[in-house]
Every structure is written in structure tokens, then in C-alpha cells.
């Protein structure tokens, strides 16, 4: 060994880490004291043994040679080992191992320091069983934990399964309970000695008793005056049996009134499906019973007002059926849905006959009329001239009726106006007698007194003989020209052609009645005020018509002005304007200074034969109506104020 290394062991040697030193076959040519302690193995027995035979253990050998080998290539090498001790024991070992590298070629020693590890070894061993215990224990623990958790988790899902079916349930609970409070019956329930156990809010608005007043006590308190045992027999038998009961009590009210209820009982179970007790629900039926009252007494109204309705019904029908005007109902297709009997009495047919008719079939002239009701949903009316199925004309005044509903029927109302035309006609030929006779007696004053004066000249022309006779004769002449002027009058009045119609200048039939009526106004003391627009509007109709009503109006005012009066007679254009359209007319007022007319007979000098007269006939006012209304006018009489009457015809302008 050279002399360099024997420095070195000495100075490895006071460090007292085990070292060994094995060339590089891997025997060991020294190792110092600490190794000696170490192994076990004397120094003397350490050196020339080859490090892979110092154990039998598999695999020793092969890791020796590997270490050799990783030091010489890398010059290091440093790992744990397990040795064995002289004495058979092991020891676990790092060992660093480096090369020395000698200058002398081939010398290259390797030289191991070892660190003996086995306290350390167990120590780690120690710790790894305690680490493998603890990890076991705390593998168990997460176990235990994890089992614990399922379970808790379990617990937990059942316990919020449970709650939620609790909440559910006690959801429930307070839905029923609001439910029972809502409801506007009273809810009461009742044990098996029918002592109350539940007494809902309406019961408590129903009788004025609070729950807890009511609680414990007996339920049959609450029905007013002596029970009816039997019923309420009735009523446990049927609850017992299972089925609902119903019946009305007088119930009592806290502060003592009664009122009739409609109660409903039902038997309630416990859980095991045992009969607990019943549950009744109580109506208040004190409204129902007033509303039952008030419909009886509406329908006993009713009954009242379809008694008179059947009673106006055949009053209608009696009156319908004696009217004289014949009415039928007619449908939208101008077929005949009823009649009454003057209907039937008009076309000779049996009342039922005509039901189910086309009304062109029944009577053909009133067609047209009732076509333009039907269409146009108006009213429409026209007079119309029928044979009789017994001979003879009838003359209809036809008015169609819409009836107003959305079937569009109508009613066609008939009036036979035949024989009232006949008695118009009598009447005025009457009036016109009667205007004639006043007129001749006027005419024949008017032609007495030129008459009388003719006399009394040939009178005198016979006794005062010829000196003066001319005089006379002319004075004759006179006369005589006075008559044939009176007689040309009264012809001018009536000289246009009977019944034609024409434009009538109403002023100069004004003048011309004044002008023949000149003499007698003057002779009664009457002075005439004419007040004539010229020119005025012309109006159509009959001269002679017109002139006839002048003249009854003009000869009432000589009636009724016996001691003289003023006389006026005014024209005048009026225009009178409906729904934006204008209508002209010509009025004429005649109006005297008499007495006026007499309030409450004011409503009947129209009315045909009404006279204050003695020896009136009371057809001239009625005439002159019909006359004037006949042209489209209309005639009114009234008072003016500071006496006298004054009547106004109106009648419409002619369109010229
Ligand atoms: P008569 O002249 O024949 O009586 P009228 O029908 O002409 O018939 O008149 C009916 C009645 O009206 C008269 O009797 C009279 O009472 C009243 N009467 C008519 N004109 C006047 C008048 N100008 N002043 C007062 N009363 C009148």
C-alpha cells in the first residue's frame, strides 16, 4: 500500500465513520476501526476478502458487481445495502462509494464510506408500520366516515322526505282549515256524545258565539225551543248508518233570535276507521227563505198580471174582433197569419179560411200597399175600391202597419169608408142646401129692395103722369141694373167648372164672396179690413169648394156680429219647415169682432150638427174642415184677444 494511503487511513481512521477501501475487483484491502465495529469482522479478517463473498443472500453478489461497475464508469456510486454482520445479524448501510484514482497505472483503489443506517432503518421501518397503522386506522376512519355519511345522508333523505310530507300534510291541514273557514256554512263537529269539538269561524259569524265558548259544549244547545226527537232520531240513525242526513232546524243565535238552517250531517272515522263523532254544516237560510217568500210572492204576481193579461188578452180580442175596421196580421211573405171576424165579414169568408192565404189572393188592390210596408219596414196607406163578393163596390181606406220586430210583419188595418163618403157627400150637399138658402134669402133681400123701388117708381110715374116720366124710367133702370148686376155676382161665383181643379188666386175669391156679400156686411153695420198680400201664392184645388168655405166663414161672422163690427180678412205666404224641408202655404184669416166662442164650446163647433143657432145646421164648420183638409190644409178657429173669433186656413202653396 503506498505511503500515501497509510497518511490518509490514518487520518480515516481518527474520523470514526466505518471506511473501506476494495480495489477494483472488489476486495477489500482495508477498512478502518469504525467498519471493524460496524461489520464485526476484524481487520485482519476483512482484508483479502472479496466484498460479493461476504454474504449468501440472493441477489448480494449481483448488486455488489453493478455498484463496482457503476463506480469505475462513473467514478461514484452511492446506495443502500443490507449486510451482514460477522455474526450473522444485518445492517442496513448507505454506502458512498468513490474511485480513487492512483498515479500508478492499474492501482486504482475504490473507496467506500458507510453509514450505518439500521437505527435509522428502524427507526423509518418503525415510522412506515406506525404511518401503515395510522393510514390504516385512518383508511378505517374514512370507512367508518363514509358509512357514517350514508347513513346521515339516508337519515337526512328520509327525514326531508318526511318533512316534506309533513309539510304537504300540514299544507293540507291549513288549506282544509281555510277552507272550512271560507265556506260561508258554519262547520261544526261534534265527539260521540255530541259535544262540539270543532266550531269553524263562520259558525262563529253565523251564531256569535267565539270557539272557545263553544268548545265542550253540547251541539243540541244550539237548536231554538223544543227538540224534535224524532227527527233527530232520524238523524243518528241515518249518520250511524253511514249515509248523510239533511233537514231544516230553528236554530238560536248567541244574542237570542232564531233562524231557520239547513243542516247537513255526516258521520267522521279516527285513524283505525272508527266512528268519532259526526261534522254537520249549517246554512243560514233566513235569506233563502226570504228569497223562497219573495218568489212566491212574484209568482203569485205573476199569476195576478197573467190572469190580467189573459183577461186584457180577451178584451183585445173582443175588441179586436167587434172592431169595425178589419185587421190582419201578415207575415214577411205577405201570407195571412190571422185575422179578426170584420176581416173575415169584408171578403164573405170564415174567419179560419183566411189564416195561411196570400193576402194578393185575399184582396189584390191592397197588395201594392202592404208590399211597401213589407219591403221598406214603413208605413204606407191608400184607398183602394174592391168588388164585394155580395155585389156591389166598397171603398177601403187601407193602412199597412210594420209591426216592429225583426220578423217584419205587419198589420194591415181595413176601414170600409164607403157609407161615411156617402154621408160626407149627403152632408155636404146638405151644407151646400143650407149655404143656398142663406144665400137666397141674401139675394133676395138684396133683389126686394131694387124690386120695391121699381114698384114705388111705376108708382109714381103712373100718377105724376108724363112730365117726369123719364126721370123715372131712369130710376127704373137703375134698379133694374142693380138686380142684373146682383144676379151676375151670384153667377161669377160659381161659374167655374164644378169639381175641376185649378190654380186659385185665394184673393180673388175673397174679393168676390166680399163683393156678394158687399151689401148685406153694409147693411149689418159690419166695415170691412182687407188685408191681401198680392201677389200671392197660388194653390190648387176646387173654386168652388174654396168658395163655399169663404162664404161659411164669412156668413158666421155676419152671425155673429147681429149690431155692426169690423169684419178682416187678411192672406198671407207662411212656410213651415220639417226635417230641413220647407213646405210653403198660403193662410187666410177671417176674423170678426162678435162674441168670440165660448171656452167649453170651443172643442165641439167642428163636430158635425153642432149649432147655438136656432135654425143652424151645424154641418158649415165640418164641411169647411173636410173641405180644406181634402186640399191639404187645415182649418182652426179660435179667440182673439178683445173679442171675436178668427179662423185660419192653411193651404199649401201650389208648386208652380
Ligand atoms: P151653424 O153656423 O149652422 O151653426 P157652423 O158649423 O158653421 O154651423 O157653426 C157651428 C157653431 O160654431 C155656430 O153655431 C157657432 O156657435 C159657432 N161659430 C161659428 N162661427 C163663429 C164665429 N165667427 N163667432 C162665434 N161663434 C161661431
Redesign the pocket.
Known sequence: MPGQLHTCITLIEAIGQPLVVIDRSGVIVYGNSAAEATFGWRKDEMFGRAVASLSDRPGWRRTIVRALDSVVQDGHWSGELIVERRDGTRAAVLISASLWRTAQKGADFIIGIVTDISKQKRIEARLRRRVAVQRRRTADLEQHLKQQLTDVRLANRMLSKEIAERTSAEQKLRFQAMLLAAVSQAVIATNLSSDIIYWSRSAERIFGWSESEMIGRHVYDLVAGPRDEAMIADMRATVAAGRTWEGEFTLIRRHGTTFPAFVTVAAIYDEQQQRSGSIAIISDMTERVRDRQALADANARLQEVNADLRLSRDLLHTIVDNLDDALALIDSHGIVQATNRQFARLFDMPPDALPGKPCSEVCPTIAPILARTLSSGLKASGRVQMNRASGGQAILDVYSIPLGNASRQAVVRLADVTEHLQLEAIMRQNERL?TSSRLAAIVAHEINTPLQSIQNYLYLLRSHGSEQSAEFLDLVSDEICRVSGLLRRLLDLHRPGDGAIELIDCNTVIERVLLLLNSTLASNGIRVEQRLTTPLQRVSGQRNALTQVLL??L???V??MPYGGVLSITTRSARETVDRRSTHYVQIVVE?T????APD?QKR??DPF????PH???????V?RQIVEQHGGRLN?QNVPGGG?A?IITLPAANE
Open positions: 143650407a161659411n166663414l156668413l158666421n161672422a152671425d155673429a170678426d162678435g162674441p168670440g166662442i164650446l163647433i167642428f153642432f149649432t147655438t143657432k143652424g145646421s151645424g154641418l158649415g164648420l165640418t169647411s178657429g173669433a179662423f
